[in-house]
């Protein structure tokens, strides 16, 4: 099965101005900056891309853009949390024709699962034949996908791996030895601490803006200097912190804007940061380039 590792960019949707629109030109352009810059993967459709508050037409189309403008550079993970099975099976079964490497899933989201609930739901999204990807969120998510329940979905086909995202750094070493999954680090500030605890890779939000630091980070703890790591790390960890924050959307997209790469503002209901949290961005964004200078 695929294996999934190094950096991942849950990579963002540009809006036109006015946000009516997705502009595609652009988010062709941020594939191939990204790509560049050395990422080794992206994950379209996810909470940074803003999923639900595209239309379906525009869920469709983002998809087959970023796998386009990828062409078979690196793997593409396609985001498929919806509202119903139906739903985002309907999404997996458009990411694998589209010719994706794989999917990323939530578990249900409109209420609170059962256990055996939960297992149906992966059992009929590995039906449409790509890698799962777990995605445990408890922050956004009503259900907490524990090690022991790792343990039984991974005796479906097809699942893959788990975006580790409950905060609890603990998780990572006992996914891995209750499972054979593989565990991608989801919290980017608590990357260093996810890819030190056994994590094979990381899925990051702030990559978007700050690509080459993140890859430089991941190369630097799989070359072992980790003194380096942790410089890197300790640089860049302001900027990260909005990774766990309601407003990371917003985050990232103005640290793209203050890195040159700009995307457009987010679509309501989420709003423009304020200016005090411009200027906390601002200031955690300059600490990140600085860490590439020195």
Known sequence: MERFEGVYVAIVTPFTPDTTGVDYARLAEHVNWLIEKGVDGLVPCGTCGEYQQLSSEERSRVVETVIEATDNRVPVIVGVAA?????????AEHARRSGATGVMALPPISYK??????????QALSD????IMIYNNTHDNATDVTPDLLHELEQIENIAGVKEFSGDIRRIPEILEKTNLQVLAGADDLALEGLL????????????????????????VKAGNFEEATRIYRSILPLMRWDSTPRLVQAIKYSMELAGQPVGVTRAPRLPLDANDRKAVEEAYLGCVQVLKS
């Open 83 to 91: 509202p119903t099975t139906v739903q985002a099976v309907g999404w």
């Open 128 to 131: 449409a034949g790509l890698p």
């Open 113 to 122: 699962p059962t256990w055996a609930e939960v297992v149906a739901y992966f």
């Open 197 to 220: 605890a056994g994590a094979q890779g990381w899925i990051a939000g702030l990559a978007n803006a700050i690509p080459e630091q993140c890859v430089q980070l991941y190369r630097e």
